[in-house]
């Protein structure tokens, strides 16, 4: 197993990542290279987000930890029992600041098949009452070129 850093989370997402969990001590690893890869290649599919991916790594860190107890020997007390509850408080505040990252700007052009109006396809005309007045022309949201002749044209051909 291989653990690496390089000091600059802006080079990889494995990078990105273990500055996000503050995986950044050689000396204490808390996870693997090969262990942010496999996470990356699990997660990054789905969510698409260095920071979600981060918020599991988190995630199973706090797992790691959970069966760890306070150390009291010789008037020395370690408290290592929360690291658990520290690193799944870790976890919650990297998935709000995902949730508030994919929050931003809703962008529905990738949903449309083109952005322009296809010409082919011809617009619906129902709404409530459009037939009560055939002088006022056409009643949908563009009219027609000029209704007046329409409703003219309407009248002498006897729809009036």
């Avoid at 996000?20 to 987000?49: A, F, K, P, R, V």
């Avoid at 290592?80 to 931003?104: Q, V, W």
């Avoid at 563009?142 to 002749?149: E, K």
Wanted: glycine share 8%; proline share 2%.
């Amino acid at each position: 197993m291989t653990w690496e850093y390089s000091g600059d989370p802006a080079t990889s997402a494995k990078d990105e990542i273990r500055f996000l969990i503050q995986d950044t001590d050689e000396s204490i690893q808390l996870l693997s290279d090969e262990e942010i890869e496999y996470l990356l290649g699990t997660w990054m599919t789905s969510h698409d987000s260095t920071v979600y991916v981060a918020a599991v790594a988190a995630e199973i860190i706090a797992s790691k930890f959970a069966g760890v107890v306070n150390i009291s020997a010789d008037g020395v007390s370690i408290n290592t029992a929360d690291l658990s509850g520290r690193y799944r408080e870790l976890a919650i505040s990297l998935r709000n600041l995902y949730k508030a990252g994919a929050l931003g700007v809703i962008d529905i052009a990738n949903l449309m098949y083109d952005a322009n109006k296809d010409p082919s396809i011809k617009p619906l005309f129902a709404s409530m009452g459009q037939h009560d007045n055939i002088y006022a022309g056409q009643q949908n949201y563009g009219g027609v070129i000029d209704p007046w002749s329409q409703a003219h044209d309407r009248v002498e051909g006897g729809y009036a």
